[in-house]
């Protein structure tokens, strides 16, 4: 008996893995070799490809297309038509499969609506993608990243709320009241 819902339109191949409680709307497709974890949401017309995996309580919203090679850990919430890649130079007439290039994006993060994540990348834990970047190199723990190409435009808490740090690099979450420690270009939050 199946712990989770699909849609009557969804199209779910046959080997694919999805978690307790996940519910999974109007035409999207899981492929067979597709691993989708606990209490995920995904969207309507979402395509998860072969070889990709979803963590625990992972958001796919509207019109994605999570394409091989994209490793999502728990908690990662993916936007309303935002883009992965996965071959650098993509081509109709040359077949690239061999080329493909991972693409991590750690625990908590955020990519937002529009986004464009090019492969071979890794997004840090709790990072916030705003609408429209494009995403060109890692992405650190914390860093709001905006524009095209994006570049860091600050830091957010792991609530999403933008982190003001003091002459000393500490910073308090305004709405969770968690703290942080900004050194050496790196932040930490502090148990």
């Known amino acids: 008996m199946s712990r989770y819902f699909a849609h009557g339109t969804a199209v779910l191949d046959e080997g694919c893995q999805i978690g307790d409680d996940s519910r999974i709307w109007h035409f999207s497709h899981v492929m067979s070799r597709a691993v989708i974890g606990r209490n995920c949401v995904i969207g309507q017309n979402v395509m998860i490809a072969n070889k990709v995996t979803l963590g625990n309580n992972v958001k796919v919203q509207n019109n994605v297309s999570v394409y091989?090679?994209?490793t999502c850990e728990d908690d990662v919430f993916l936007g309303p038509s935002m883009?992965?890649?996965n071959v650098i130079n993509p081509r109709a007439f040359i077949e690239r499969k061999s080329e493909f290039q991972p693409t991590l994006v750690r625990q908590g993060a955020t990519i937002g609506a529009n986004a464009t994540i090019v492969c071979g990348h890794t997004i840090g834990r709790y990072a916030m993608i705003g609408a429209g970047a494009v995403i060109t190199h890692d992405v650190p723990d914390y860093a709001l990243m905006t524009?095209?190409?994006?570049?860091?435009t600050g830091w957010v808490s792991e609530a999403g709320?933008?982190?003001?740090?003091?002459?000393k690099g500490f910073a308090d979450c305004p709405e969770s009241g968690q703290k942080y420690r900004l050194s050496d270009d790196h932040v930490k939050r502090i148990e």
């Open 83 to 85: 883009v992965f890649t």
């Open 161 to 167: 709320c933008r982190l003001d740090f003091d002459e």
């Open 68 to 70: 091989e090679g994209v």
């Open 147 to 152: 524009g095209n190409p994006a570049r860091q």
